[in-house]
């Protein structure tokens, strides 16, 4: 912006004191208001980004679309003014720095440090996606801590609207920063939905816990190829620090398949820490004992349902060690008679169920992708978990809807035995019961009526067999009366 003309000391009601920040688009000012005293932050626009009327209008939107949004963990948006030459948006002063910044001078964070601002990003974009509202360029540069340690998203200038778009953004174009957007945003920036922003949220984190730009170094075309193609150094193996939940959360969030990333930021979170967090809050008519007790309805190798209980850590060994079968089919509840729902959808466990992986050489397909060179080498593929799928409707009753109604004399389920003293698993092998219960009529399965036999048809394979020979006799008998 040094060609143009200077910023002036005052704009409207605002002193301008000094320049935080200067890009393409503009430079953002510490400023303040002279009727309050208010200390602010003046973004203002570039006189030659002011003469273009879309520019304008998305600049005009950005503060509408902040002014929306009343929450701790965003930028409030105070004032605006559209007049020429410079346009400018008041927003709340972040007495602080970017991640972007901190990255830059001291590299990685902890990994706790990183969870926790992480955390208050998501809520922060979850009040956002409430209002459906699509933020389209999460990333490090647009993320302001303040010294206290509260983290703000910032820089609401590529706000979509899930509903409608104000053709604001043309079709085929990809608006955002290319290491932290999602592929399918390359082509089509409009198309972008949630799932855009958790794949920016779980790029934002990679650079958080391992200090690296994730794809740094690649071009444009190049980085939409490895983000297609999933091929990605896992955070783990840049940072063996990183935790393995935390290291599965940021690859299933940055999945080239949007169906395989998380769909909401608070699942996203859940993903991170192993807690849901829309678990009822404990009363006193719960103990505290029995706060970490889950109900599982499993089925053997013979398809037999059988139901133990457990706690949290036990039952992740039993998945570890392979004991209850096929974990696909396993559903879980925190109460004996509740709302039983599959264990994939469960944050505390989804981790550790298998999905099913696409091929080595495998790429996302998109309808609208950049043109780009066939591969014709087999590129590396992470693989990505599947999202849960979604829970089963329930009965009236509360109880899961595969799973036959129990009377109130049912003897407790058996609980998930400890693992032996040497660290192997006690004697079922892999796909058999843990326990099974005293027998009782609730795991018996109902009885299935058998299927009445199809009748069968006629078999003509002798009769044509039969004629042909007849056949065959006539004509030898023929030409030996010649």
Known sequence: MSSEAPIPNQLGKYDVISKIAEGGMGSVHKGRNRETGEIVAIKVIA??????????QRFEREFQTTKLLNHPNVVKALDYSGAQPHPYIVMEFVDGQSIGQRLEQKGAYIEAEALKLIAQVCDGLQSAHKQGLVHRDIKPDNI????????????MGLVKEVEGDLNLTRTGRGLGTPHYMAPEQFRNAKTVDVRGDIYSLGATLY?????VIPFDNASPLDCWMKK???EFPTPKELNPAVSERVDWAIRRAMSAEPGQRPSSCREFVEDLTGQSRNAPPQTAAVPALAADVWYLVYRDENNQPHTVKGSTESIRKALRDKLLGDPTGIVVSRTKHGSFSPIQSTAEFRDLVPAARPAADATVEY???PP???ASNSAVNRGRPAP???????????QYAGQPKRPPSNPAPQPVPPAPASGKPAAPRPGTPLRTPEPDDTDTPAPRRGRKPEPKGFNWVPVLVGAVVLLSAAIIYLLVAK
């Open 388 to 398: 849960p799928p979604a829970v089963p409707q329930q009965p009236a009753s509360g």
């Open 228 to 230: 297609i193609r999933n």
């Open 144 to 155: 302001l801590v303040t010294r206290d340690g509260v983290a703000k998203i910032t820089d």
């Open 47 to 56: 006189p030659a980004t002011a003469k273009n009327p879309i520019l304008l």
């Open 367 to 369: 309808a609208s992708a």
């Open 372 to 374: 780009a060179p066939t």
């Open 207 to 211: 650079a958080m816990v391992t200090g």
